[in-house]
Structure formats: C-alpha cells, structure tokens
C-alpha cells in the first residue's frame, strides 16, 4: 500500500515516522520543503505537489493547519482531487469543519474515490509514540480498509457514522479539552499563590477524581517554563471557532467553550502567543 501523507508539521512528522516504522510505503508533500526534512531523512519520498503525490499513491492522509489548507490541497488546480485514480482512499485527518469534510465525501465519490475524515487527539507526544486517538466518519468498508494505518499511528480509533462524524466527534473532543486547560490553569494559580508545592499538588491531584490528560501532561511542562507547542494556540482557536459555529447551527449555549476561545483570543491578538503550546494558557493568570 503506498501511502501520500500532506502535511509534516508537529503532528504529521511524528505520524510520518510511524508508518514508515510500519513498512509503510511513505511518500510526503509539504508546502514549504524543508519542514519535510525529518520525514525525508527517516524515509520518506517527496513529491512536489499534492497533485503528482496522489497521483502515486493508493490511500492519501493530509493533516494541515485550517480548513482554507484544507480546501487547497483538496480542491484547487494542483490538488489531491487532480490528480487521484479511481479507487484511492483519501483521509483528512486535519480537525477541520464537518460540512468540509462532507464536502469531499461528496466529492470523492463522484470522482470514484473513497473518503474518511479522522481528525485525531493526543498532541504531539501520541504523534510521536504512534498512541492517538482517533475519530473517523465515512463508510465502515472504506475503514476497515485502513485499520493498518490507523494501527500504525493509534491506539485508540472508532467510526461514528458518515462523513462529517469524525470532525463533529473531534470538536466535542475540543470542548472537553477547553474545560481541563481552564480548570489546570487555574488549579495551578491556585496552588502557587496558596503556597503549595506546585509538583506534588499536580502527582496528587494526577491520582485522585481530578486526574485529567492536560494535567499531567502540560502542567508538568508550565512548571519547567516550556510552552513549546505540542498544539499551538492559533490552531486551538480555530477548533473553537468551529465549535462554537457547531453549536450555534444546533442552537445550543456552551458558555465555557466562548470564554476560553475568548482567553486564546486574547493570547494571540494582544499577547502574540499565537505560535506558542496551548498551556501559554496559564500566561493569561500570571502574564
């Protein structure tokens, strides 16, 4: 199986480097060519457009950074959809919008193509150690097809229905995900101005009812000064957004979802903390 992967960013490269480890036939496309240098050197291909890349490969995985990339590798005069035989898969794998994601389902079809939208979660540590979860819409045959690839780069993967599932799956995933960077940024401000041991309050609190994924992982991370991005917080924004559209289409309120959008909002435009990791957040209480 020859696979095209678009996008060697934080989370592509480490997923890249999986499924090479794998025996994955592996050839990659980036927009700028020397972020594709780490999936090069550990053996990947490279082509020079997502055209000529789906031209040679039989199931195509793109992971970018919005849902205008998104659109561009998809569908514009060089992209995916221009140049892919009859019978390729096609995997987006960006959290992206799922009427996008429904859109190229749509479009696959017509051109007898397969789709799958599997956004995933885990960051750049599960990209890294082939340990994301992730959630996928389509047809369970096209799924079933690809359990390989998903093995390689996951250890947790599920079909939720037709296209658009897995995004609408991804952006409750992102809701929850708002709730516990609000809740450890504030456990911890808490913490320190109390006086406590900011460490042992996180071991602590990591083995007992308020053990959550943000916690150990990125309070760890804000102790040491490190807001290097395992998922940066303009892209963060955007799956706000998305959300909060979502949710505004099933006339539904989440009033914890706009307020943390509204505090990343604040981080990128009057902070510039756009490219900094999503727990910057803590900046935003102790600037």
Known sequence: ???????????????????????????????TKTHADAAVAAG???????????????????????????EDVYFSEHSVFAGAKPGTIVIDMTTSSPSLAEKIGAKAEELKLEA???????????????????????????????????????????????YGS??????????????????????????????????????TLSGGSAENWSLSNYGPRILKGDFEPGFYIKHFIKDLRLAIEEADAMQIDLPMLKLAKQLYTKLQDEDNLGNAGTQALIKYYRP
Do not use: C
């Open 1 to 31: 199986m020859k696979v095209g992967f678009i996008g060697t960013g934080v989370m592509g490269t480490g997923m890249i480097k999986n499924l090479i480890k794998a025996d994955f036939d592996v050839t990659v496309y980036n927009r």
């Open 44 to 70: 990947a291909k490279w082509s020079d457009s997502p055209k000529e890349l789906a031209s040679q490969s039989d199931v195509i995985i793109s992971i970018v950074g919005f849902p205008t990339d998104v």
């Open 116 to 162: 799958l939208d599997a956004p995933v979660s885990g960051g750049d540590l599960g990209a890294k150690n082939g340990t994301l979860t992730i959630m996928v819409g389509g047809k369970e045959e096209t799924y079933e097809k690809v359990l390989p690839l998903f093995e390689a780069m996951g250890k947790s993967m599920h079909l939720f229905g037709s």
């Open 166 to 203: 897995g995004q609408r799956t991804k952006l409750a995933n992102q809701i929850m995900i708002a709730g516990t960077m609000l809740g450890m940024s504030e456990t911890l401000v808490f913490a320190e101005k109390a006086g406590l041991n900011s460490e042992d309050v996180i071991n």
